[in-house]
């Protein structure tokens, strides 16, 4: 049968566990985090394995850091059940754990002993001989999700788990956060104990419980409320029933991400008000308006995902990049608005405020709003500081990846950045800082590809940027511009003659470029050549 499941208080309470195994060291930390007094019962091994070594060693670390935890290292005694308690349990303990090798023949004895007892015990891989079983559980801020398989095996209910903690939605922690603000805010604005001042009547019997975790949804959740002003007791309890049935309707109908950002004040105001009350008692809430930051990918249309494509077919406003490329922006339906931005020299910054403004506007207009970026959101396009702009003004987007050319150019260049004995890691780059300014100049590595971004306008500074910094002027290199794209060109040369390569053939943005040994693996200049240049993209059209 499966067992009752509950969440239970553990402060101050007197947890013993029993073994030196790997086991016993999980269910130490477990209790410690629960807020447990623990102690540990395990003879000191005199001369100990590698692996028990690092066991004590992780034991005695705990020592120094937890005042609440204790070593007592000797073998179990039947008394310990009775005598490292709390005073006010008569000095029985709370809980047992029992973290033996399951042929220890001690495992049945104390489990036998605590039965007699009634001290909840739990025996390793032994259900048969426990009271109690732990569930592979998720935690995050007040929010708390277990599972068990009632002994059927820990792996499968650790699977199920972490399927379970994947479909949870966004900023839930935070929901969870929000509500149990708005409820005291509410219960201090109103002056009234709900619990205390709750009448046990036919009519609100269906309300009561409906603060428990495991509250049902009853059938009047969604029932008119009627004014009774005319005796004071009905409306009372006429309000009573009001505030309980617009906190759960608040909790039923926000999205998470505006449960997460929701204003307590302002909600507060609009309660007291009723201004978010509509004719049937219910409340009224816009749950269309979001904000999505999309990555559009290096340029081919093949290369959006299906998720950024679904965004950008289904937004009422979207707000792209000017370098976002055409095959992209011809995807978006013609009834959906779109603006580019007009970003040039000179006028970025402006450019970025007025598309975070029309987004804003859009949103409180209770529009679907994505802002199209080129390649990935957050690889040097800016994106962390508009979530975090949006965010601050109560819109917390969604962030869907693009492939980035930075890693994506190379490949369509047949550029493989790293190659066993030739490149061991890949550094990624800007070329222009803050307000135009040079950025630190990163160290030649050998076995390292570094690609970078935002760097070929001014690819004659970044050359002797990069010489003077110790990097061989040999080194293989390749300017990769508009990749992915039918026009992509690829400039093959080394550091010495990039900047003179790049001048003969003329600018193509956007580009990237890639430097190291790796540029010459697959593809080499030919012999005579201080450079070579492929045009065009086939291999995606």
Request: aromatic share 6%; with cysteine; glycine share 8%.
């Amino acid at each position: 049968m499966p067992g009752l499941l509950v969440s239970q208080n553990c402060v101050s309470q007197v947890h013993l566990v029993i073994g030196t195994t790997a086991l016993s060291l999980t269910r130490v930390g477990k209790s410690l985090e629960c807020g447990a007094n623990v102690i540990l019962i395990a003879p000191k091994v005199p001369e100990p394995t590698k692996t028990l070594a690092v066991w004590e060693a992780e034991i005695r670390a705990k020592e120094t850091l937890y005042t609440n935890f204790k070593w007592t290292q000797r073998e179990f005694r039947e008394d310990d059940l009775t005598s490292l308690g709390r005073d006010e349990v008569g000095n029985i303990v709370d809980a047992v754990f029992v973290a033996l090798h399951s042929s220890s023949p001690l495992g049945p004895r104390i489990s036998a002993l605590c039965k007699r007892l009634r001290i909840p015990v739990n025996v390793a891989d032994s259900p048969e001989l426990s009271t109690f079983t732990l569930l592979s559980t998720y935690t995050d801020g007040p929010l708390q999700i277990g599972v068990t398989t009632s002994g059927q095996g820990c792996r499968i209910a650790s699977r199920i788990r972490r399927e379970i903690v994947a479909s949870l939605p966004r900023d839930v922690a935070q929901a969870c956060n929000k509500v149990g603000e708005l409820k005291r805010k509410i219960e201090q604005d109103d002056a009234l104990d709900l619990e205390r001042s709750r009448s046990i009547s036919d009519t609100q019997y269906h309300d009561v419980g409906q603060n428990d975790d495991d509250a049902v949804q009853n059938h009047k959740f969604n029932e008119l409320v009627l004014e009774e002003e005319t005796d004071l007791e009905k409306s009372r309890d006429m309000k009573k029933k009001q505030r309980i049935r617009w906190l759960s309707q608040v909790v039923e109908y926000y999205p998470f991400y505006q449960l997460a950002t929701l204003s307590i004040e302002d909600l507060s105001s609009q309660y007291r008000q009723g201004s978010n009350f509509s004719t049937n008692g219910g409340l009224s809430v816009n749950t269309k308006a979001s904000i999505a930051l999309v990555g559009s990918g290096p340029g081919a249309p093949g290369l959006l995902t299906t998720s950024a494509l679904a965004a950008i077919t289904t937004a009422d406003l979207v707000l792209a990049d000017k370098l976002v490329p055409a095959g992209v922006l011809d995807l978006i339906p013609r009834h959906v608005e779109t603006f580019i931005a007009k970003k040039f020299p000179g006028n970025a910054e402006a450019a970025q405020e007025e598309l975070l403004n029309m987004g804003i506007s859009a949103l409180k207009e209770g529009k679907s709003v994505v802002r199209l970026k080129q390649g990935d959101p957050y690889i040097f396009g800016r994106g962390a500081e508009e979530y975090l702009f949006f965010s601050k003004h109560g819109y917390r987007p969604t962030v869907i990846p693009g492939i980035t050319s930075a890693l994506s150019g190379p490949l369509l260049a047949a550029i493989s950045p790293t190659h066993r004995e030739v490149a061991d890691q890949v550094l990624i780059c800007t070329g222009t800082g803050r307000k135009g300014a040079m950025p630190a100049v990163p160290e030649f590595v050998e076995s390292r590809t570094t690609i970078f971004l935002m760097a070929l306008h001014r690819l004659a500074d970044v050359t002797v940027w990069l010489r003077d910094g110790g990097w061989p002027v040999d080194v293989p290199c390749a300017i990769v511009e508009r990749a992915s794209c039918p026009d992509q060109r690829v400039i093959r040369t080394t550091l010495e003659h990039v900047a003179e390569a790049f001048e003969a053939a003329g600018s193509r943005p956007p580009g990237i470029l890639v430097v190291g040994r790796s540029c010459a693996v697959i593809e080499q200049i030919p012999d005579g050549q201080t450079w070579v240049i492929a045009e065009g993209c086939t291999a995606l059209y």
